[in-house]
T-cell receptor, first 111, second 113 residues
Framework: QQQVKQSPQSLIVQKGGISIINCAYE??????FPWYQQFPGKGPALLIA?????SEKKEGRFTISFNKSAKQFSLHIMDSQPGDSATYFC??????????FGPGTRLSVLP | NAGVMQNPRHLVRRRGQEARLRCSPM?????VYWYRQLPEEGLKFMVY????????ESGMPKERFSAEFPKEGPSILRIQQVVRGDSAAYFC???????????FGDGTRLSIL
């Protein structure tokens, strides 16, 4: 009930391509869905987040698509760059508590 | 405006010793969260504290682990009688209130010999 599934585990994309990472959750009470980017040796950094009252949110090259009925949400990185190479985590929380993280996707963007 | 500060960055302990991990939240943040991350895995929630109070400790092991966030000073995650399985990266995050985004520190990497 508290699990967040994430796929793929790893992703290789050519520079300029679109990176897509998918997450699925079980608890329909979750009301906040952030994405974090983590570089080696660093803490996760908040990238973009969405609440279930909207189906899409875009910030620069990053877009979250949210499908409430399917209990799925995804991160799209447009025009992927080598500097985007990092591990990406989706997460879900209820009322600002009980943050549950996905296992992560290691993205490599080839120059 | 300094971010979330964690120290030490690396901590080595022998089995049976105590480990103390410190976290100073961002200025103006009174909510602190601790997470554990094993290699190649996501973050696992451990405990959520607000000044002087533990709000949610559902992710904390029942024994050997404790956390506090005193009125003055940093939040402390304490692990007593450490075992090899405690080796991990421990991250602290803070937020100004419960429903606001969390900002993470760069973690403490704990190694148990």
């Amino acid at each position: 009930q508290q699990q967040v599934k994430q796929s793929p585990q790893s992703l290789i994309v050519q520079k300029g391509g679109i990176s897509i990472i998918n997450c699925a959750y079980e608890n329909t009470a979750f009301d906040y869905f952030p994405w974090y980017q983590q570089f080696p040796g660093k803490g996760p950094a908040l990238l973009i987040a969405i609440r279930p009252d909207v189906s899409e949110k875009k910030e620069g090259r990053f877009t979250i698509s949210f499908n409430k009925s399917a209990k799925q949400f995804s991160l799209h990185i447009m025009d992927s760059q080598p500097g985007d190479s990092a591990t990406y985590f989706c997460a879900a929380s209820l009322d600002g508590q009980n943050f549950v993280f996905g296992p992560g996707t290691r993205l490599s963007v080839l120059p | 405006n300094a971010g979330v500060m964690q120290n030490p960055r690396h901590l080595v302990r022998r089995r049976g010793q105590e480990a103390r991990l410190r976290c100073s939240p961002m200025k103006g943040h009174s909510h602190v969260y601790w997470y554990r991350q094993l290699p190649e895995e996501g973050l696992k929630f451990m405990v959520y504290l607000q000044k002087e109070n533990i709000i949610d400790e559902s992710g904390m092991p029942k024994e050997r682990f404790s956390a506090e966030f005193p009125k003055e000073g940093p939040s402390i995650l304490r692990i007593q009688q450490v075992v090899r399985g405690d080796s991990a990266a421990y991250f602290c995050a803070s937020s100004p209130s419960r429903n606001q985004p969390q900002h993470f520190g760069d973690g403490t990497r704990l190694s148990i010999l």
